[in-house]
Antibody, heavy 119, light 107 residues
Framework: EVQLLESGGGLVQPGGSLRLSCAAS????????MTWVRQAPGKGLEWVSS????????RYADSVKGRFTISRDNSKNTLYLQMSSLRAEDTAVYYC????????????WGRGTLVTVSS | EIVMTQSPATLSVSPGERATLSCRAS??????LAWYQQKPGQAPRLLIY???TRATGIPARFSGSGSGTEFTLTISSLQSEDFAVYYC?????????FGGGTKVEIK
C-alpha cells in the first residue's frame, strides 16, 4: 500500500523559512516523479512544484519560484520542500503526491501538513 | 498558462440522480485531463485520468468524457458518499493547473 506522510508544517513568521518532508513507503520511490500541491483554507488546489526521478528536472509555480526548492533523497525515500521568504499567502495545507507512471497527474496523496504564515 | 474553468461552482442533486460536471480548458489539453474527488478534511482522490479512464477501485458510476478543451465528469446515480468537491487538472503543459472545483451537495 502506498503511503505518503508529510511533516514539518507549523506556524512561521512572514519572511521565515520552513522545510517540509514527505516520507514515502509501499512503492519504489526512486521510480516515480513527485509533486507538491497546496490548498489555502477554504480554497481550491494549487500546484506548487514537481521533481522527476533523476532529480535533474524540477518545475515551480510562478508564485513560489525563487523562494521554494523541491528536492528528493531516493536513498531515504523522502521528498522535500524547502520554503523561504514565506508570505501570508503561502498559508495552506501542503500535500505530497506521487505521479502516475511518467504522467504528471497524481495517483496517490498524503494527508497533508498545515503551514501557517503569520506574525 | 492553461486556465481550467469548472462549472457549475455548486451542484445540488438528490441521491440516486445523475450529476454532470463540466471542465473547460483555455486551450487544447488533448486527453491529458484528470478528475479528483475531495471530501472535507481529506486529501484529494484520483477518479479519472486520460479524460476517461477510471483509476483503480473507482466505481463504474463515475465516467469521464471529452477531449481538447471540453470535458465532462458524470456520476450516474449519486450515492451518499459522492457528495464532495470535484476538481479537474490538466497535465499537458507546465504549469500544471487545476480547475476551481465543483461542489456536489445534497438537494
Amino acid at each position: 500500500e502506498v503511503q505518503l506522510l508529510e511533516s514539518g508544517g507549523g506556524l512561521v513568521q512572514p519572511g521565515g523559512s520552513l522545510r517540509l518532508s514527505c516520507a514515502a513507503s509501499g512503492f519504489t520511490f526512486s521510480s516515480y516523479d513527485m509533486t507538491w500541491v497546496r490548498q489555502a483554507p477554504g480554497k481550491g488546489l494549487e500546484w506548487v512544484s514537481s521533481i522527476n526521478t533523476r532529480t535533474d528536472g524540477t518545475r515551480y509555480a510562478d508564485s513560489v519560484k525563487g523562494r521554494f526548492t523541491i528536492s528528493r533523497d531516493n536513498s531515504k525515500n523522502t521528498l522535500y520542500l524547502q520554503m523561504s521568504s514565506l508570505r501570508a499567502e503561502d498559508t495552506a495545507v501542503y500535500y505530497c503526491a506521487k505521479s502516475y507512471n511518467s504522467y504528471w497527474f497524481s495517483s496517490d496523496w498524503g494527508r497533508g501538513t498545515l503551514v501557517t504564515v503569520s506574525s | 498558462e492553461i486556465v481550467m474553468t469548472q462549472s457549475p461552482a455548486t451542484l445540488s442533486v438528490s441521491p440516486g440522480e445523475r450529476a454532470t460536471l463540466s471542465c473547460r480548458a483555455s486551450q487544447s489539453v488533448s486527453s491529458n485531463l484528470a478528475w479528483y474527488q475531495q471530501k472535507p478534511g481529506q486529501a484529494p482522490r484520483l477518479l479519472i485520468y486520460g479524460a476517461s479512464t477510471r483509476a483503480t477501485g473507482i466505481p463504474a458510476r463515475f465516467s469521464g468524457s471529452g477531449s481538447g478543451t471540453e470535458f465532462t465528469l458524470t456520476i450516474s446515480s449519486l450515492q451518499s458518499e459522492d457528495f464532495a468537491v470535484y476538481y479537474c487538472q490538466q497535465y499537458t503543459s507546465w504549469p500544471l493547473t487545476f480547475g476551481g472545483g465543483t461542489k456536489v451537495e445534497i438537494k
